[in-house]
């Protein structure tokens, strides 16, 4: 599916695709290769103006998701842009350098699974509330007492989704106190193609479902 109007995009601030820290902009306008998008939260400054930019966007085709990605060029800012006859908004403008290709699922970009979204974590069978989870890993409440909780400890993980259930070991790398929560942070160990091809997917559909609703 080609990039249009309205469509939600990630924007890194280089040329790569593999950086982890992105920004989320809505396309207001679409003219040949130039591109007229909402200013980000936190603003990207006059600085940039001219710096190389990576862009990726979510794209249904049937029931293919898949992410796409292009090389651009910050070309300017506007502070005024007009988006009705009564309404000025500040935007980007955006000159498109690379036609768009299919890139892979970030491991470290990690989602916050809404409710009913159908992946569950399940330790020493007991459910834990998912904080956010990656092709990497996941991060986690600790509702109730586990026996190895501490940096480098191992945990026996399952993973269900969409009803299938996949064992994962993971390794114990964060334990933060959160007001009255313990959030655990574990990274993957070993994770088997079955369960990176249906956890990839399901990332993506998340994704895609929060940024059709502008979250």
Request: contains cysteine; aromatic residues 6%; neutral net charge.
């Given at each position: 599916m080609a990039i249009r109007?309205?469509?939600?995009?990630e924007i890194n601030l280089d040329s790569s695709s593999a950086r982890a820290?992105?920004?989320k902009a809505r396309i207001y306008d679409v003219i040949g290769k130039r591109f007229i998008l909402?200013?980000?939260?936190p603003p990207i400054r006059p600085s940039h103006v001219e710096s190389n930019l990576y862009i990726s966007y979510i794209s249904k085709e049937g029931n293919s998701v898949r992410r796409l990605?292009?090389?651009a060029t910050l070309a300017g800012l506007s502070k005024d842009y007009k988006l009705s006859s009564e309404?000025?908004?500040p935007a980007l403008i955006v000159?498109?350098?690379s036609e768009p290709k299919q890139i892979s699922l970030r491991k470290g970009f990690r989602i916050r699974p809404p409710g009913g979204s159908g992946i569950s974590l399940t330790i020493g069978g007991?459910?834990?509330?998912?904080v956010d989870i990656s092709l990497s890993g996941v991060?986690?409440?600790q509702g109730f007492f586990l026996n190895s909780t501490e940096p480098a400890n191992w945990l026996e993980c399952r993973l269900t989704i969409d009803g299938q259930s996949y064992s994962v070991e993971a390794k114990i790398i964060r334990v933060t106190q959160i007001s009255s929560s313990r959030h655990v942070a574990a990274a993957f160990v070993e994770v088997r193609n079955d369960l990176q091809t249906v956890l990839s997917r399901k990332i993506l559909m998340l994704e895609r479902r929060q940024l059709s609703r502008g979250l």
């Open positions: 109007h309205g469509s939600i995009v820290t992105s920004l909402s200013q980000t939260s990605g292009f090389s309404v000025c908004v000159e498109m350098k007991r459910e834990c509330e998912i991060r986690f409440v």
